[in-house]
């Protein structure tokens, strides 16, 4: 089992940027990706982007030129830059641990989707 703890989120201006951090803990060698997804309310979580083993990164549409996921080995950590943040980038934002690459293009349902942090909520707002 892996542990995730989550840092980083807050309340920032339109145009403002935050960088959001997630520590993994426990069986880290079971880890393929590792990856970012957000909830907003009254809809689905989605993928945010997400790294794997390789150094490949997967974004969603939405945030590519804006994002940028960085994974760091040594402190089994990954960190989600987030530039140029708009009101419609307010969510729960979760770190997810990914055994085996279900969740790559979003959120997996199955019991394959791995561990979750417990979320950081992002508000963009003036």
């Known amino acids: 089992q892996v542990q995730l703890v989550e840092s980083g989120g807050g309340l920032v201006q339109p145009g403002g940027s935050l960088r959001l951090s997630c520590v993994a803990s426990g069986s880290i060698f079971s880890i393929y990706a590792m990856g970012w997804y957000r909830q907003a309310p009254g809809k689905q979580r989605e993928l945010v982007a997400a790294?794997?083993?390789?150094?490949?990164?997967n974004y969603a549409d939405s945030v590519k030129g804006r994002f940028t996921i960085s994974r760091h080995n040594a402190k089994n950590s990954v960190d989600l830059q987030m530039n140029s943040l708009n009101p419609e980038d307010t969510a729960v934002y979760y770190c997810?641990?990914?055994?085996?690459?279900?969740?790559?293009?979003?959120?997996?349902?199955?019991?394959?989707?791995?561990?979750w942090g417990q979320g950081t909520q992002v508000t963009v707002s003036a």
């Open positions: 997810n641990a990914d055994p085996s690459g279900a969740n790559w293009y979003g959120p997996s349902s199955g019991a394959d989707s791995g561990s």
């Open positions: 790294i794997n083993s390789g150094g490949s990164t």
